[in-house]
């Protein structure tokens, strides 16, 4: 008698939000990762199961409020942390951000998904309403993109957590996360940003002398925050043997502006560009806000940073998740950022110093680690119960 073989075969749907390229750079990395492995996997906009026209006014409102008006989006998610009730099932907001219920469900009956894989809040609230409305409820995970616990975690429940850092395990048990729930993989970067071009040769590739230091700037795929007035400072005082990049993101008119008035030998500006890993690599001092992903990424290639406190909100906590650390440091003012930074372009052991704080902590491949982790949960979810036979249906199998 021949016994069933464990199926290792798995279909996942990995559902972003397309309010910045954070989110769906997660998806994407475990996109990748996924199919490397073989599996299939598709990646969607959780926002699109509203409708589309919906799903661009809201990314449209988001980023204008994001870019424009930071100080509305941390006021808003302080008051969201004081009070998680406003997300609770059945709340206006919650039926706002899950009206798309109906349509996902009939989007994972129809294409038979064995997992969802969530890399927003957003789309782990959808999947938990939609979990109501399946005859048979689908395993679904979420992969936390900040070094904290979101005030909508207590609303959503998923069969897995997957959280940067095991020292971040009690902020989601506070609200309601059973620790069996909880995976401390990592953030899941593209795997890019695992492999490191040397400094050197990063520098020529980017037609940048090594006797030339190398200050990267970047404030997230939208382009927030204090850019032009940090780019005006450094204009007036950063040393001759500094080059300065600016990548503006998405944030066009902020191109314009500053490619007009800026763009020589001694300071780059750039749009939405793909070669960040390289740009990594050949950076000696990396500028940016504090987002999730691409301070993540930065970690990953050991290259200390100085933080523009842009947004707040989420991205507090990440900022003083790695100055706690000593993997970066702040100030709260333009000439205080551009002091600091240039005190440490000229301070070799100082950066050193920081790089070898982000060198001696343990890092993982979080895509493999969490790959693995849905591959675990899925073998377990189609586990077939061992029967005990009698010795008559052992002979009559024979």
Same mark, same amino acid.
């Given at each position: 008698?021949?016994?069933?073989?464990?199926?290792?075969?798995?279909?996942?749907?990995?559902?972003? $939000?397309?309010?910045?390229?954070?989110? %769906?750079?997660?998806?994407?990395?475990?996109?990748?990762?996924?199919?490397?492995?073989?599996?299939? &996997?598709?990646?969607?906009?959780?926002?699109?199961?509203?409708?589309?026209?919906?799903?661009?006014?809201?990314? !449209?409102?988001? +980023? !204008?409020?994001?870019?424009?008006?930071?100080?509305?989006?941390?006021?808003?998610?302080?008051?969201?942390?004081?009070?998680?009730?406003?997300?609770?099932?059945?709340?206006?907001?919650?039926?706002?951000?899950?009206?798309?219920?109906?349509?996902?469900?009939?989007?994972?009956?129809?294409?038979?998904?064995?997992? +969802?894989?969530?890399?927003?809040?957003?789309?782990?609230?959808?999947?938990?309403?939609?979990?109501?409305?399946?005859?048979?409820?689908?395993?679904? &995970?979420?992969?936390?993109?900040?070094?904290? $616990?979101?005030?909508?975690?207590? %609303?959503?429940?998923?069969?897995?957590?997957?959280?940067?850092?095991?020292?971040?395990?009690?902020?989601?048990?506070?609200?309601?996360?059973?620790? *069996?729930?909880?995976?401390?993989?990592?953030?899941?970067?593209?795997?890019?940003?695992?492999?490191?071009?040397?400094?050197?040769?990063?520098?020529?590739?980017?037609?940048?002398?090594?006797?030339?230091?190398?200050?990267?700037?970047? $404030?997230?795929?939208?382009? &927030?925050?204090?850019?032009?007035?940090?780019?005006?400072?450094?204009?007036?005082?950063?040393?001759?043997?500094?080059?300065?990049?600016?990548?503006?993101?998405?944030?066009?008119?902020?191109?314009?502006?500053?490619?007009?008035?800026?763009?020589?030998?001694?300071?780059?500006?750039?749009?939405? +560009?793909?070669?960040?890993?390289?740009?990594?690599?050949?950076?000696?001092?990396?500028?940016?806000?504090?987002?999730?992903? *691409?301070?993540?990424?930065?970690?990953?290639?050991?290259?200390?940073?100085?933080?523009?406190?842009?947004?707040?909100? $989420?991205?507090?906590?990440?900022?003083?998740?790695?100055?706690?650390?000593?993997?970066?440091?702040?100030?709260?003012?333009?000439?205080?950022? *551009?002091?600091?930074?240039?005190?440490?372009?000229?301070?070799?052991?100082?950066?050193?110093?920081?790089?070898?704080?982000?060198?001696?902590?343990?890092?993982?491949?979080?895509?493999?680690?969490?790959?693995?982790?849905?591959?675990?949960?899925?073998?377990?979810?189609?586990?077939?119960?061992?029967?005990? &036979?009698?010795?008559?249906?052992?002979?009559?199998?024979?």
């Amino acid at each position: 008698m021949l016994l069933p073989m464990s199926d290792t075969s798995m279909k996942i749907l990995v559902l972003s $939000c397309n309010t910045g390229e954070g989110h %769906n750079s997660t998806a994407a990395a475990i996109k990748e990762v996924l199919e490397s492995h073989h599996q299939i &996997c598709e990646q969607k906009d959780a926002l699109l199961f509203w409708s589309k026209r919906r799903s661009a006014s809201f990314c !449209r409102q988001f +980023v !204008r409020i994001y870019r424009y008006f930071p100080k509305l989006f941390d006021i808003s998610y302080r008051y969201a942390e004081k009070h998680p009730a406003l997300f609770d099932s059945g709340s206006i907001l919650n039926r706002y951000v899950t009206r798309g219920a109906k349509k996902l469900q009939y989007f994972l009956e129809q294409n038979q998904y064995d997992m +969802v894989v969530c890399t927003h809040m957003i789309s782990s609230l959808l999947v938990t309403r939609t979990q109501d409305l399946l005859a048979k409820p689908i395993p679904a &995970c979420l992969i936390a993109t900040d070094y904290t $616990c979101s005030p909508m975690v207590s %609303n959503s429940d998923m069969d897995v957590y997957f959280i940067p850092d095991g020292s971040l395990a009690s902020e989601f048990t506070r609200q309601g996360i059973s620790k *069996s729930k909880i995976v401390s993989d990592g953030i899941p970067v593209r795997k890019d940003f695992l492999v490191r071009t040397p400094k050197e040769n990063a520098k020529r590739l980017l037609n940048i002398s090594c006797n030339q230091k190398h200050l990267l700037m970047m $404030c997230g795929s939208m382009g &927030c925050g204090p850019i032009r007035k940090l780019v005006s400072e450094f204009a007036a005082t950063l040393p001759e043997d500094v080059v300065l990049t600016v990548i503006c993101g998405t944030n066009q008119r902020l191109y314009r502006i500053l490619k007009r008035a800026h763009d020589n030998a001694h300071i780059r500006i750039d749009g939405f +560009v793909q070669n960040i890993s390289l740009l990594m690599d050949s950076a000696d001092l990396f500028l940016t806000k504090p987002g999730g992903i *691409s301070v993540t990424e930065a970690y990953l290639k050991e290259l200390p940073m100085v933080f523009i406190n842009a947004v707040a909100g $989420c991205e507090d906590h990440n900022l003083h998740y790695f100055i706690d650390r000593g993997m970066a440091q702040s100030a709260g003012s333009i000439k205080g950022i *551009s002091e600091i930074c240039i005190s440490l372009l000229q301070d070799d052991k100082k950066r050193l110093e920081m790089a070898k704080k982000m060198h001696t902590t343990h890092k993982v491949n979080s895509a493999e680690q969490i790959y693995e982790s849905l591959l675990k949960l899925h073998k377990e979810e189609n586990a077939v119960p061992k029967k005990v &036979c009698t010795a008559a249906e052992l002979l009559a199998a024979i």
